[in-house]
C-alpha cells in the first residue's frame, strides 16, 4: 500500500499530459492560403504559374514539379531562397509547413 502515492502521481501525470496534448491539437493552425497569397504570389501567381518577372522559376501547379519535388527541398528554397527568390528564414517550421501544404493543392 506505500505504493499508492506513487500511482495516483502516474495517473494525474498521465492525465495532464492528455489534457495538454488535447489543448495544443486545438490550436488555431497556420493558414498556408494566406501565407502564400502574402509571400509568393507575386511571383508564382494565385494559381501556381510563374509570372514574368520570375523567368525560370518552377511552375508550382505542373504535376511532374509536383511529383518530382520533395517537400524538404520545398522548405529549404522558402527559407534559405534560390536565385532570384529571396531567403524567408523570418517564417516558422509551421508556417512553412502550412505554405508547402498550399501548394500541394495548387494543380
Not at 494525474?12 to 509571400?39: I, M, N, Q, T, V
Not at 501547379?61 to 534559405?80: C, F, L, M, R
Not at 536565385?83 to 516558422?92: A, G, S, V
Request: charged share 25%; hydrophobic share 40%.
Amino acid at each position: 500500500m506505500r505504493f499508492r502515492p506513487l500511482v495516483v502521481l502516474v495517473l494525474a501525470c498521465l492525465a495532464l499530459a492528455g489534457a495538454l496534448r488535447s489543448f495544443a491539437s486545438d490550436a488555431p493552425k497556420e493558414d498556408g492560403k494566406a501565407l502564400y497569397s502574402k509571400k509568393c504570389t507575386m511571383c508564382h501567381g494565385a494559381d501556381g504559374v510563374a509570372k514574368a518577372t520570375a523567368k525560370g522559376s518552377a511552375n508550382l501547379n505542373d504535376p511532374e514539379w509536383q511529383k518530382k519535388t520533395a517537400d524538404d527541398v520545398i522548405a529549404g528554397v522558402i527559407a534559405h531562397g534560390k536565385n532570384k527568390m529571396p531567403k524567408n528564414d523570418k517564417l516558422t517550421r509551421e508556417q512553412v509547413q502550412a505554405i508547402i501544404a498550399y501548394v500541394r493543392t495548387l494543380k
